[in-house]
């Protein structure tokens, strides 16, 4: 019976150690006494490791890697670096780029930058009335407004003609040349709050009153089509100011013709532009404007640009509010795949009121995650105790300090009155055209979004393990650049006296192949201010070229370089010649040049460019047997060395300064 019980205990206790081998959180390695799991190491080697299958000794080879990385985080720790400011900031930056994506919700994100995409996919025709509402206008007079432009939507409703009645009320300026017709336009070119209800419509349909920041608006949606994308076009335009005579009107319709005529003929775009255009700026480029879509440009000119079908068609004279204008295209872009676009769309989201939608939506999955609870009215009581002074960023809190009590709890935390006059008092600023009981729910609204929000962002490292693996990557990675910058690389390039030690005990791993001692001789055009070649060889340059080469060929031995260099120079000189004379001296080895490489190293002159206006000589002087690299000449090699040297000597005294522990039977479950 006590065999059995025995081998019972045994069998259980092997049991055991299988399931805590197995166990993600099985301590792999310590390192100094600190544990590392096993999950952490795989997920680490997994990650660098782009071999399809594990061997052990890739495994071992990165266990080892794995631990000198470690032991270097340690030892940055032991030094306090992780207790910087310049350490605690930057990953305190890296932080906050790596919590973004969890602090949005990702399905309302996703839902709203494919709604904004579908939108720039579609361009709409609307017209629209506007009642003029200030925003912070006085609720009697925002009642008023409203009732008034229900009752124009009434009219609407029952027949009457839009255009008739929009000239009639409507507060927009523009009305009396429109008729309340704003034109085709697409997602992001209108205010939020109006391009949400313009494109919810069907057409020849009205909407509801849609309040944004100018007043009242009520919008009709007459046409629909696919976006067409950007154009980029020139033009040349002749300007006919608003209140012109006839006769002048006529003469500027006369000249555009005539510029026609020319294109007509053959004429240069580009330098009729310059010649003729009112529109200096553009002329000088050709009359190039930059990329533009929909809505960019007043109607007759963008519709004149978008009809125009072939690189380089230009159009008939077209007639704007600004005078005449031919315009020809340069490129034409359809609007790009979502995956293009993806990140434009969302810089404009930052920039747009939807754009706060995906926080708002996380807020509320939150609350009810957590379990919000909220007193009824929560700002009843703050509408008499704060002050008109917190518009004008003056409140001090002083009028409201005698508020007690709960506002909301959630998670086991309670969020109080006070809490509230706090974030008030610490986010006052001045503001305009709002009341203030709109201002206290905007500013109440804010502070609970960022009271969830700053609570969800404290749980990221408990909540998501990814976030914390990130979180730990960053933070050794960066304490690992710090130590190893100050105890390898940056060491290696100032110690001077270590280097030059290590150069010299090495100095024999750093040699020169064979080489050869080679002057290059070349005779060139000079080239023009624009960097073109000149091509015109004159007699003058044929005879400069002939003196030159017949120097070279008789004096190459007996000269120096620099004697040969300096009666090149006369002769072009006397010539009169445009040409540029040069000598490179320089020892050259295997793969430095390759018309140096394709010739026999032995001493003597090579040509190796001969034409009409260009010659070019390879003079080989002698051939130069392998030698040492100087410490100059080699440093680049000899300094990456010495950093690989000082960087085995640390590790060696880290493993003698730090005890290391590896679990091979947790070790031998790695896959």
Excluded at 387 to 414: V, Y
């Amino acid at each position: 019976m006590k065999g059995k019980i025995y081998l019972l205990i045994v069998s259980l206790c092997f049991f055991s150690q299988c399931i805590a081998q197995n166990n993600d959180n099985a301590v792999l390695l310590t390192v100094d006494g600190k544990p590392v799991t096993k999950a952490e190491f795989e997920r680490i080697y997994h990650k660098n490791n782009t071999n399809a299958t594990t061997d052990a000794k890739s495994l071992d080879d990165y266990l080892d890697l794995f631990i000198n990385f470690k032991l270097k985080v340690t030892e940055a720790m032991k030094q306090g670096l992780d207790t910087t400011k310049s350490f605690t900031n930057e990953l305190s930056g890296y932080r906050k780029q790596l919590a973004k994506p969890y602090l949005v919700d990702p399905d309302a994100d996703d839902k709203i930058l494919h709604q904004a995409y579908d939108r720039m996919k579609e361009e709409i025709k609307c017209s629209h009335i506007l009642l003029e509402v200030k925003p912070d206008a006085k609720p009697e007079d925002t009642l008023a407004a409203y009732n008034k432009i229900l009752k124009i939507r009434d009219r609407l409703i029952k027949g009457e003609d839009f255009e008739k009645v929009a000239k009639e009320v409507s507060d927009d300026k523009s009305v009396s040349k429109n008729g309340g017709n704003i034109g085709y336009f697409a997602g992001f070119q209108m205010v939020f709050p109006f391009e949400d209800a313009a494109y919810k419509l069907n057409t020849g349909e009205i909407s509801a009153p849609v309040r944004t920041r100018y007043g009242y608006h009520l919008i009709k949606l007459t046409d629909r089509r696919q976006a067409r994308g950007q154009v980029k076009v020139g033009h040349i335009m002749i300007t006919v100011p608003a209140d012109s005579s006839d006769a002048f009107k006529a003469k500027a319709k006369a000249r555009i013709f005539e510029v026609y005529d020319k294109l007509k003929k053959g004429g240069d775009f580009a330098k009729l532009a310059l010649e003729y255009s009112d529109d200096k700026n553009s002329a000088k480029k050709g009359g190039e404007l930059p990329m533009f879509g929909t809505g960019r440009m007043v109607p007759e000119f963008e519709e004149a640009s978008f009809a125009l079908k072939n690189i380089g068609d230009y159009s008939e004279p077209v007639k704007t509010d600004f005078g005449w204008h031919i315009i020809r295209l340069i490129d034409k872009q359809p609007l790009g795949s979502f995956e293009d676009i993806k990140h434009e769309i969302k810089s404009k989201l930052s920039k747009d009121l939807r754009g706060n939608q995906s926080r708002t939506s996380l807020v509320n999955k939150l609350k009810k995650e957590y379990a919000f609870t909220e007193i009824p009215k929560p700002l009843s009581e703050f509408y008499t105790a704060v002050d008109d002074s917190i518009l004008k960023g003056r409140w001090n809190g002083e009028s409201a300090k005698n508020l007690k009590g709960t506002l909301f709890s959630f998670a086991g935390k309670t969020l109080n009155k006070q809490d509230f006059v706090e974030y008030l008092v610490k986010n006052k600023t001045k503001t305009v055209n709002t009341s203030k009981n709109d201002f206290l729910n905007d500013m109440y609204k804010r502070f609970t979004e960022e009271t969830f929000i700053n609570y969800e962002d404290s749980r990221l490292e408990d909540k998501y393990p990814e976030f914390r693996y990130l979180m730990s990557e960053y933070h050794d990675g960066i304490l690992l650049f710090e130590l190893t910058d100050r105890m390898v690389w940056s060491k290696a390039v100032k110690d001077s006296t270590g280097l030059q030690a290590f150069y010299d005990k090495n100095k024999n791993n750093y040699k020169w192949s064979d080489r050869v001692n080679s002057t290059i001789f070349l005779i060139s055009p000079a080239k023009s201010d624009t960097g073109k070649i000149k091509t015109e060889i004159s007699k003058n340059n044929a005879k400069a070229l002939d003196k030159i080469s017949k120097l070279i060929e008789k004096r190459y031995l007996k000269d120096s370089d620099d004697e040969i260099t300096k009666e090149a120079n006369n002769i072009i000189i006397k010539c009169k010649s445009d040409y540029v004379f040069t000598a490179t001296d320089y020892k050259y080895s295997k793969g430095d040049n390759p018309k140096v490489d394709s010739l026999k190293w032995k001493p003597g002159i090579y040509p190796s460019i001969s034409d009409k206006d260009k010659k070019m000589y390879i003079v080989i002087k002698n051939s130069i047997p392998p030698e040492i690299k100087t410490l100059k000449e080699a440093k680049g090699l000899v300094t990456a060395d010495y950093q690989t040297f000082l960087e085995s000597e640390w590790i060696k005294e880290l493993r003698t300064k730090y005890k290391v522990t590896v679990d091979k039977s947790v070790l031998s479950t790695i896959k």
